[in-house]
């Protein structure tokens, strides 16, 4: 029995295509408990900004099947295979032809840190440059009194914590993109990215809490997530004005958000933050969060003469 390895782009418009792509996502969920494709994939992907990729091994036996699944483009690639075929060398192999089109410097996710992705990404140049941690928290509970509390809640210096208005779009993102100038994927988001995460299934406009300053000016926000049944709430992104800082603002958004997701049900919230961003590791271990995983991101960076380098 012979068994080849190839790479193709599938149409996501097919059905019977695209199920076979997600199939492999899917697989890799049950078997390692989190997705391999982040947000920003997936909506990538069915946007059209970056393109699928399926590796599929055709057999005697079995013909062809969908082992592997990426997704590329915009300077960032994501691989994940079958945990069915791993340990076969199916990922280095479909690693090196996807590189052989690469183009530039390339980024990519190791969700949950696996050892197969570290022992890839150290085989082909990619060396790690961020780490992610995702951290979970204890029982939450809403309080007695706590029905509307969350939706308008007066803070001191005359901040107010209230729901996500029409007409708020320009000045978040605005916000957002000074909040995170530095972060290389929650920082460039667009009006267009916004909406279309409100377009989801799982948005409400009351998970949605902005921090108004006594002028109205936005100067903070909680965005959390309460999927459908869903046991465990997100803090999606949280974020304060750097022009508004030491004030506990982000504290009293993070507590309305954790207030809010109790009232939706949640028995605990998730959250993922940038390892090194000591001020706020310290501020959710205050409030009883610990680590659960992390999420490690690989570069792999070409010199101007086209060599990989190490630095």
Not at 34 to 59: C, K, M
Not at 66 to 85: K, M, S, Y
Not at 182 to 187: D, M, N, R, T
């Amino acid at each position: 029995m012979s068994d080849s390895l190839r790479l193709s782009v599938p149409d996501l418009a097919d059905t019977e295509q695209a199920t076979g792509f997600f199939r492999v996502a899917d697989a890799a969920i049950d078997v390692d408990g989190y997705d391999p494709f982040n947000e920003q994939a997936r909506l990538d992907v069915h946007s059209g900004r970056r393109t699928p990729i399926v590796a599929t091994v055709w057999s005697e036996a079995e013909h062809s099947r969908p082992i592997g699944a990426a997704i590329v483009g915009r300077g960032e690639l994501d691989l994940v295979i079958d945990p069915l075929f791993r340990g076969k060398g199916y990922g280095s192999v479909a690693l090196r032809g996807l590189l052989a089109t690469a183009r530039g410097n390339l980024t990519a996710w190791s969700h949950g840190d696996h050892p197969a992705a570290r022992v890839l990404a150290d085989h082909h140049g990619f060396l790690p440059v961020r780490r992610l941690l995702q951290l979970r928290s204890g029982p939450l509970s809403a309080s007695a009194d706590a029905t509307g509390r969350a939706s308008h809640a007066r803070h001191r210096d005359g901040v107010t914590i209230e729901p996500f208005r029409d007409g708020d779009e320009d000045e978040w993102v605005e916000l957002n993109a000074r909040i995170f100038e530095s972060h290389p994927e929650q920082g460039r988001l667009t009006v267009d990215d916004l909406r279309a995460r409100q377009a989801e299934p799982w948005y409400e406009a009351k998970d949605f809490l902005i921090a108004r300053d006594q002028h109205g000016r936005i100067v903070g926000y909680d965005w959390v997530k309460a999927e459908p049944d869903a046991v465990d709430g997100e803090i999606y992104v949280l974020g304060v004005d750097p022009a508004h800082p030491g004030r506990g603002t982000g504290r009293a958004l993070l507590l309305a958000g954790l207030e809010r997701l109790a009232e939706r049900g949640r028995t605990t919230a998730t959250v993922s933050i940038e390892a090194d961003d000591s001020s706020a590791v310290r501020l959710y271990h205050q409030l009883g969060f610990t680590e659960h995983t992390v999420d490690v991101q690989y570069r792999r960076r070409i010199d101007s003469d086209g060599a990989f380098s190490t630095h």
